[in-house]
């Protein structure tokens, strides 16, 4: 009986070792795997704001086509005074950014063995599009009018211009999450981020994902 509980306490003994050998295993294997990314958040965002003084970065440029909104086109109308229904079109210039007031939103993280950069940024902005007023056109639909009447009606856009510009931001902000256009945002943060690591980290990052803290 004796030998028996002595073998016994043994056996658990040798358990309980066994146990908290993979334990420590397990710790320090996961500790290993921590280091394996650093956390260059600061680095990253002295770099953007050296390059972007106006504290908003951005990321995509283009020229796009605007309809004009009901409200405007409405406007439009009982300035001229007339009965009809128009369209409104021009095209403008865009800008998108992503905003550095609050570095906090910004995070980065580098793994040099595997060389990949992860980037959390704040969710994308719109700055107001500048409208070309030369490309203004208005166009009826299910009527004709006369021309000297679609000439004081494209002034009349022209002149307000900056209210054309307001009604294309709304526009412009209700799109800003679409996949496509997101995507096209993240691949010029992406090579930022390998700008980012030639200048600071002293190599190019093999892999770079990018995800707006907005998104799941």
């Known amino acids: 009986m004796k030998a028996r509980t002595a073998?016994?306490?043994?056996?658990?003994?040798v358990a309980v070792g066994l146990a908290v050998g993979l334990a420590a295993g397990i710790a320090s294997s996961l500790g290993k795997f921590r280091v394996?990314?650093?956390?260059?958040?600061?680095?990253?965002?002295?770099?953007?704001?050296?390059?972007?003084?106006?504290g908003k970065?951005?990321?995509l440029e283009g020229l796009e086509r605007f309809t004009a909104s009901r409200d405007f086109t409405a406007r439009i109308l009982s300035l001229v005074k007339v009965d009809?229904?128009?369209e409104i079109g021009a095209m403008a210039d865009t800008a998108y950014y992503v905003d550095l007031a609050d570095a906090s939103q910004w995070k980065a993280s580098w793994a040099p063995r595997t060389?990949?950069?992860?980037?959390?940024?704040?969710?994308?902005?719109?700055?107001?599009?500048?409208v070309r007023t030369d490309t203004i056109e208005v166009k009826t639909t299910g009527a004709n009018i006369l021309s000297?009447?679609?000439f004081q009606l494209k002034k009349e856009a022209e002149a307000l211009r900056a209210d054309f510009s307001r009604d294309m931001l709304e526009q412009g902000r209700a799109s800003l999450s679409k996949p496509e256009l997101r995507a096209r945002m993240a691949a010029s943060l992406e090579a930022t981020a390998k700008a980012f690591g030639s200048a600071?980290?002293?190599v190019s990052?093999?892999?770079v994902e990018v995800k707006f803290s907005d998104e799941p």
Do not use: C, H, M, N
């Open 36 to 54: 394996l990314e650093r956390d260059v958040s600061d680095k990253f965002v002295v770099y953007i704001e050296g390059t972007t003084p106006s």
């Open 7 to 13: 073998l016994t306490i043994v056996l658990v003994v």
């Open 148 to 150: 000297s009447t679609l």
């Open 115 to 130: 060389g990949l950069l992860r980037l959390t940024v704040p969710p994308p902005g719109l700055l107001p599009p500048a």
């Open 200 to 202: 600071v980290l002293g």
């Open 57 to 59: 970065l951005v990321v």
């Open 84 to 86: 009809a229904r128009i």
């Open 205 to 207: 990052p093999k892999t």
